[in-house]
């Protein structure tokens, strides 16, 4: 039989607040990262896209503030899965989110796939990435969602490795889980592209794969995982990207989300680390 | 002229229970067995994209008990179409799937494309499906659908000599029909795309053509063919993966699609073995 | 300047009995011929691919009847754009749609994209498709639409030289006009792809590019065409693809929309080849 | 760090009557050009694909007239970006632009993708551009957008060296802004794809993406980043194409959206010169 990762299934905790249900808001600050990295291992140096590269930046100009602007409005905390190299470019922005009182986390150094590096490429990621984040930020990182979702068995043995508390790439439940793969196993806060806000909306010349969603459309598929989550009281994350959730529209879309879930149930939103502590069992590697 | 397959119509039976139309629920059990099958023939590894093997497994942990309960509470028999290493890497879920009344069926073993496999190739993973059914769940599979939807030639030829009693891979009509070719012929219940929740709520990184759908446009889909099949008073067959309709919000929208269907009007879910049975004429190759 | 083809523009006529505008219900009729075509410029030979081949069929086999019947049900004829292959592979179904008083125009015989053919090459599809359908049905087609919409300069003039009276590939206006090139021309009965069924509902494993529309959606944008059509008093062609329309849940959707267009305003409906004779000048080419 | 270019922020001036917000309608005439330049690069020559052609000159030909009349019916300046080569083949069209007070912008002369360019070729580009806009309209281009929306570093040194006054390339803000690169500067109206009309309604057999947008889905999402752009009183600009927002449904839905803003708030229709003469601060490298 081929060899794959396999789950163990944790208790869902009884929420603070007694809440109905947990969220929580996750941002992956990719910025210009994502572009970059990407050209290493292709033939287009999108550093010389100047669309490009400004359409990135948008998340970071337009898109943070906004984000932050709302969810202090909702009092929220979340979740900000940062590149090194995106704090290394823009330690103001990312000072005002660490300043907010939300997480950080690690998301690459320079949002380079997991799969196109070895070993020791990823290593070097990896902790790159930690030093620009303690460097910049004054923060280390507990938590980790792999560059475009692809973590490789490399990928997890050196979070292992590394200590971290816990992983946010894999997508095996919809709620906390333990992931477990040749003899290691790491607290899983698991994330899916279906509340992932970049294929509802993403769209450039090389990879939009559908036309921009209608927000409404939008609104009603969120507001139906939480409906599932509500249902079942567990928790739920959402997945989004500045440049992408922080367009005008969508950032309303966004909130009339917020309105609405606030509107329909006693909810408590935690950050992923909160998240963490909240869930983990004891004497597992990740912790 | 170029030889093509053809096909012979067969007469609608009457209902049982004076129903005015059929309906047969039916689920590909793929979990990592498509990825792991298509890997062969290509350069990725995906057994090492942790990511991608958590979100099939996501069937197996989350789909299928939501499934069992949601057909269970409905009184519904669904047909699980199941490649054989799937039952062989999680016998415990399919058991549950066999002790709950439902029919299994035959998916292939890894779930590989027939058209990538020679006759032999083909035989080898018919032969292994079979067996990998029989020695975990003791259930012989007398119906067959080809891993994504691919028949070839060899496919029918062996469908014949194994003695299977019906087919669902093809789409040559909306209700129960003779497949026939090159003088063999066999009992097709048919499936088709818009009918697959596939096309509807897939995504990925390397094969999503289109973002989520909203589950409302997808329950009027649904829903626009059940009436369709309620005016024809014929019969409809719905395809799902558990990985895939298995999400939250998407069972919230199969319970609705179901609860829609019951109010209005009066109709009989069958297992595919069940409408085989009652459709089936005598003397067709595939009896 | 590089040489492009141009456009002259026709004054629209009045329409028959004082109706305020007027629809083409207009019909391609590929089954498996597009995909048979489409098999000798690649490598897969999609005659082996059964499941794809009975997906094409169910236009002949389901498609066909349930237009006829509705088209009936309205007291409208539509034009049929028939490959030459269609007709010899499926004569009865092809007579049954001239029987019903409807017009077979030519699309090609074995549905060959004209740009993957030399002249000769698309001279012979030419010429066999018109055979076929006059040994076939004893028609003599008068129009003409290409495969996949590809009109390329040799098609252009051989359309000339063989007499057809008017083209349907071309989207240079959404009323009749006259198409121009190299000092010819030919009577234009416009399509576009917004009013063609396939990129609204197609989905296939090979070439699908969105999820399957969701019927309420087409029927708004096709409904929408039309009231622009109304409120210019001009012409619409609607374009479709028995394999493609002819599911279920789409027939009860393009039944909502002529009732829609029925209850909306007085409409004609004309084939092809009357709005031909209604439109065109004397004098150019392809009369 | 990798060099990306980065971009200083302009406040927000007041609107001229007291207008809530200002909007900018903006056009990119590119005809055939978009074909005919990419062909240069591919082994595909569009010039013979006569239906394509047909297609790019709908926007010549219905496009732009019915555009011309919506904005003559709600009092609205637009600006046309015109490839040089749209404006030699089509002068008199292009001239009736003029002749009704619009804006013409630069939109390259044979609309071919900066990226695929070098300097010298890039400049040929601009200077033909600027040539054929003078010698055929009377016009000097006072703005910039890029074919493909792609600025690569050549483009913006010779947008200042030839004196630009402003891009309308980038995506950085959704308020005009300042982008800069290597020392240089350039006031920056900026577009997004999500207010493009082709990621909505775009598809053709090479590279649409998406089957065509409902037209109640196009005017949610541009409405609701209308809505965005009146809390924020700030600046919006939409980007379309004659043969795109052209056709006759989707003109309908334009002509709703303009009398669903006009209803909503006191606005100001800003053609991309008087947006410029507006915000543009002192002292820029591209004033």
Not at 7 to 13: S, T
Not at 221 to 234: D, V
Not at 240 to 245: K, T
């Given at each position: 039989?081929?060899?794959v990762?396999t789950?163990?299934?944790?208790?869902?905790?009884t929420w603070?607040?007694s809440a109905d249900?947990a969220?929580s808001l996750t941002?992956d600050v990719?910025?210009?990262?994502g572009w970059?990295?990407?050209s290493?291992?292709?033939?287009?140096d999108?550093?010389?896209?100047l669309t490009?590269?400004?359409?990135?930046r948008?998340?970071?100009?337009?898109?943070?503030p906004?984000?932050?602007a709302?969810?202090?409005?909702?009092?929220?905390k979340?979740t900000?899965y940062?590149?090194?190299?995106?704090?290394e470019?823009y330690?103001e922005?990312?000072r005002e989110?660490?300043?907010?009182?939300?997480?950080?986390?690690?998301?690459?150094?320079?949002?380079?796939?997991?799969?196109?590096?070895?070993?020791?490429g990823?290593r070097?990621?990896?902790v790159r990435?930690i030093d620009a984040?303690?460097?910049?930020?004054?923060?280390?990182?507990?938590g980790?969602?792999?560059?475009?979702?692809?973590?490789?068995?490399?990928t997890?043995?050196?979070?292992?490795?590394?200590g971290f508390?816990y992983d946010?790439?894999?997508?095996?439940?919809?709620r906390p889980?333990?992931?477990?793969?040749?003899?290691?196993?790491i607290l899983?806060l698991?994330?899916?592209?279906?509340?992932?806000?970049w294929?509802?909306?993403g769209w450039n010349?090389?990879?939009?794969?559908a036309?921009p969603?209608d927000q409404?459309a939008?609104v009603r598929?969120?507001?139906?995982?939480?409906?599932?989550?509500?249902?079942?009281?567990?928790h739920?994350?959402?997945v989004?990207?500045?440049?992408?959730?922080g367009?005008?529209?969508r950032?309303?879309?966004?909130r009339e989300?917020?309105?609405?879930?606030?509107?329909?149930?006693?909810v408590i939103?935690?950050?992923?680390?909160?998240l963490?502590?909240?869930?983990?069992?004891a004497?597992?590697?990740?912790?």
């Open positions: 039989m081929i060899k990762p789950a163990r299934p944790l208790p869902l905790p603070p607040d249900a969220l941002f990719d910025a210009e990262t970059l990295g990407y290493r291992f292709n033939e287009i999108y550093s010389k896209w490009v590269m400004s359409d990135a948008y998340g970071i100009v337009r898109g943070i906004r984000i932050l709302l969810l202090d409005q909702f009092g929220i979340g900000f940062t590149p090194g190299a995106t704090a470019r330690p922005v990312l989110v660490v300043a907010a009182g939300h997480e950080i986390a690690h998301h690459g150094h320079l949002h380079i796939r997991p799969n196109l590096l070895d070993r020791d990823q070097e990621e990896l990435g984040l303690e460097t910049t930020l004054g923060v280390t990182p507990t980790y969602r792999a560059p475009a979702g692809i973590m490789t068995p490399e997890f043995e050196l979070l292992v490795e590394l508390t946010s790439s894999c997508m095996g439940d919809d889980y333990i992931e477990e793969y040749e003899g290691r196993s899983e698991p994330s899916h592209w279906s509340t992932d806000d294929p509802h909306f010349l090389d990879s939009g794969t036309g969603a409404d939008f598929t969120w507001m139906g995982e939480f409906e599932s989550t509500l249902e079942e009281q567990r739920l994350t959402y989004m990207h500045p440049e992408v959730i367009r005008g529209y950032m309303l879309a966004l989300l917020l309105e609405r879930i606030r509107d329909s149930a006693n939103y935690l950050t992923h680390a909160e963490a502590e909240l869930v983990a069992p004497g597992i590697d990740s912790l």
